[in-house]
Every structure is written in structure tokens, then in C-alpha cells.
């Protein structure tokens, strides 16, 4: 069995891995952590895992047991906590998959500018991105993962066969929806339930801190051309769930050229759902999943393609990946433990 720690276990990420962990295997869970409950049993304080296989207790993160035990361990931390805590883990030895932003950007710069100083840039050379569409070889043989932003993933893996191609510059619009518990759980005002029941709006316009992974991503995919995306997220009154709409000039592709274009990129990707065309994508399709679900549509009147694109913001937006990732990362097959949608 896998020995898999939890860093940050009792945020909502963290507690999406509780929950497939429990469901795969070919691991077991060593630990989790959390400051506010260490000490506390985990079915006592989430009352949704009693009678679940893990009856342990949360422990502090400064002192973990059996720490030196884990094969892996989950970061599901801020970012810069994730900074302070990343590099004594590898230095004992331990593959890290994290889900903060601390690790996934290249550039240096790129980070700075979005999240402030950077105290283990050594440690970015190392980290690699964890999209296992784009770069499953490298996450096979990665001491460091880097999993994905929610907006991050959702835009990238709409966007990608377009950027492979050499179809897509920087006309791209990025029109995207999230449910709540994307902000983590945290209390806010501005995610309390009367700011965000019966409400929808934008926020951070054109700011968004997901923007240079982006970019980052589909630069590459382009041969390094410089894609810069228009932005623009939005908060929707639901709990989970992404949908991005994504507007590019077609450049004269027919949509069946669009389709064919994302059949051979995709191709037997066991998490993109290349939608029929008659089908348009429901959060309600990927609820609880790891699915990406995506549908096209050429706007024949004004030259437009339109992508749209699903996830589960705690499915293949967070935990869900970084199972897939942890699968990669031993050599078992991607699917292992992760669960079908949760419909209706
Ligand atoms: N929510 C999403 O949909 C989503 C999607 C993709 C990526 N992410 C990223 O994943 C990470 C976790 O997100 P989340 O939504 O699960 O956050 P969250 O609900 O706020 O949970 C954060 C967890 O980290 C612990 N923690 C906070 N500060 C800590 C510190 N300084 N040292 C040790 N533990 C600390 C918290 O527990 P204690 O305070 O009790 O220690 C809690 O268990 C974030 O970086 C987030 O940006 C989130």
C-alpha cells in the first residue's frame, strides 16, 4: 500500500482527498494535519466520515508522527505555506504533490508579481506542472507536483488544442464561473451566505491570480508565442463547480474542423469528455468527478468559435487531479479510486 499523508486536511481539498483516498486501493492514509482541530478525531469533527475506514485523529503539522513513514504527501495549504513547508519534505526524501500556487510557475517574476516573494525559487526548476493531459511523462518520474489552479486547469484544457495547433493568439476571452468553495473554507464576508445566495457577480477583473498559469500553459503549447488571455471570473451561488466559455476568431476553421482538432488531441484521454454535438456541458455532468467535459460551437455570424469548458473545482480542479497525478507517479493506471459524477 501507498502511505499518503495530508497536509492541511481539513480544508475543502484536503477533505476531498480524505474522501477518495478512502476510496482507492492502493493507499492508505497516514496522516492529516490540521492547527485548528489537531488532536481531534476526523469523524468527529466531519461527522460526513464517521463509520469511514480512517479513525485517526488530526495532528499538528509541526510535529507529524510517523511522518518519515509516507511515500507521499498531499500539501492542501495556502500558498506560502506551502513555501515554508514543501522543501522539508523533499529534503526528507518524500514525493510532494501540492496544491497551492507556490510551485507553479516558472518564471520567477510571474509569481512575484501575483503572490510576493518566493522563497524556494530553486525548487521551480524541479516542480513540475500537474496536468496530466499535457504533461503525463514528466509527472511519471516528478519528486514535485504542482497541481493546477481550478480557473487554471478548466481554461487550459479548454484552450489546448487550439494553442497545439498554432490556432490561438492572445483574441481569446476567458468567461468563467465558480461555486464557492473555490475561495477554500475560510470564513469571508464576501463568500457568506447572504453575499452569495440569490447573487452572482465578477470579481478580480482581469486580475485573477490563475492568469499567468494560463498563459504559461498554452505559451508553451503554441511554441512559446506570448498568449496573453482575457479574464474574467465570476462567483456563482453553488457550491462547486466550474464553467469557463471561451470566445476565439474561428481564423476560418469550419466547426467540424474544430471537432476534428480536439478528437486528435484528446484522443483516448480517460477524463475529457469531447461532447456530442447536440450536448452542451452541466456542472450537474461532473459533480464529484474528475471529468473535464467540453463542447464547441462555431458562431457562423460573427466568426467566433466558442469553447466551453466543465469541471468539478474540487474534482479535476484540485483533488481529484492530484489523485490522478499520485496513480502517475506510481505507476498505477490514471483511473484508479477516482469515482464517477455525482448526478443528478
Ligand atoms: N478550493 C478549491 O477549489 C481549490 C482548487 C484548486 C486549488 N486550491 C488550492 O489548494 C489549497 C488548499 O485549498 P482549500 O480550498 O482546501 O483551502 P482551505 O479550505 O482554506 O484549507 C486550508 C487548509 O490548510 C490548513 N492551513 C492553513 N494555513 C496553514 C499553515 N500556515 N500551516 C499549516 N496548515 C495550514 C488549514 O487548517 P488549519 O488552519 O486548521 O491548520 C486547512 O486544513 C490552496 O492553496 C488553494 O488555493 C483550492
Do not use: W
Request: with cysteine; net charge neutral; proline share 6%.
Amino acid at each position: 500500500m501507498i502511505k499518503v499523508g495530508i497536509i492541511g486536511g481539513s480544508g475543502y481539498t484536503g477533505l476531498e482527498l480524505i474522501k477518495l483516498l478512502l476510496n482507492h486501493p492502493k493507499t492508505e492514509i497516514g496522516f492529516v494535519s490540521s492547527r485548528q482541530y489537531k488532536g481531534k478525531s476526523v469523524q468527529e469533527v466531519f461527522p460526513a466520515f464517521i463509520n469511514s475506514a480512517f479513525k485517526g485523529q488530526f495532528c499538528d503539522p509541526a510535529s507529524i508522527p510517523n511522518l518519515n513513514e509516507a511515500d507521499l504527501v498531499f500539501t492542501a495549504l495556502p500558498h506560502k505555506s506551502s513555501l515554508e513547508t514543501v522543501p522539508s519534505l523533499l529534503d526528507k526524501g518524500l514525493k510532494v504533490i501540492d496544491l497551492s500556487a507556490d510551485f507553479r510557475l516558472r518564471k520567477i517574476a510571474d509569481y512575484e508579481s501575483y503572490y510576493g516573494a518566493h522563497t524556494a525559487s530553486d525548487l521551480l526548476k524541479e516542480a513540475v506542472y500537474g496536468v496530466p493531459e499535457l504533461h503525463r511523462d514528466k509527472i511519471k518520474t516528478a519528486t514535485l507536483v504542482a497541481n493546477p489552479g481550478c480557473y487554471a486547469i478548466t481554461s487550459i484544457l479548454g484552450l489546448a488544442p487550439m494553442a497545439d495547433n498554432s490556432h490561438l493568439n492572445s483574441m481569446v476571452i476567458i468567461d468563467a464561473k465558480s461555486g464557492v468553495s473555490g475561495a477554500g473554507r475560510t470564513p469571508s464576508v464576501e463568500t457568506s451566505f447572504v453575499e452569495t445566495n440569490e447573487n452572482f457577480r465578477p470579481y478580480k477583473v482581469a486580475t485573477h491570480r490563475h492568469i499567468p498559469e494560463i498563459e504559461q500553459e498554452l505559451g508553451l503549447l503554441s511554441g512559446s508565442k506570448d498568449i496573453r488571455v482575457t479574464f474574467v471570473p465570476h462567483l456563482l451561488p453553488l457550491n462547486r463547480g466550474i464553467l469557463a466559455t471561451m470566445y476565439m476568431p474561428s481564423g476560418g476553421l469550419t466547426e467540424e474542423e474544430v471537432y476534428d482538432i480536439y478528437k486528435t488531441f484528446y484522443k483516448e484521454e480517460p477524463f475529457i469528455r469531447l461532447l456530442p454535438r447536440d450536448k452542451l456541458p452541466n456542472l450537474s455532468y461532473v459533480r464529484g468527478s474528475n471529468y473535464c467535459d467540453i463542447s464547441l460551437k462555431l458562431d457562423t455570424r460573427s466568426g467566433n468559435i466558442i469553447i466551453m469548458a466543465a469541471i468539478d473545482n474540487l474534482g479535476k480542479g484540485a483533488s481529484s487531479n492530484a489523485i490522478q497525478n499520485l496513480n502517475l507517479l506510481f505507476g498505477l493506471p490514471e483511473t484508479t479510486g477516482l469515482l464517477p459524477p455525482l448526478y443528478p
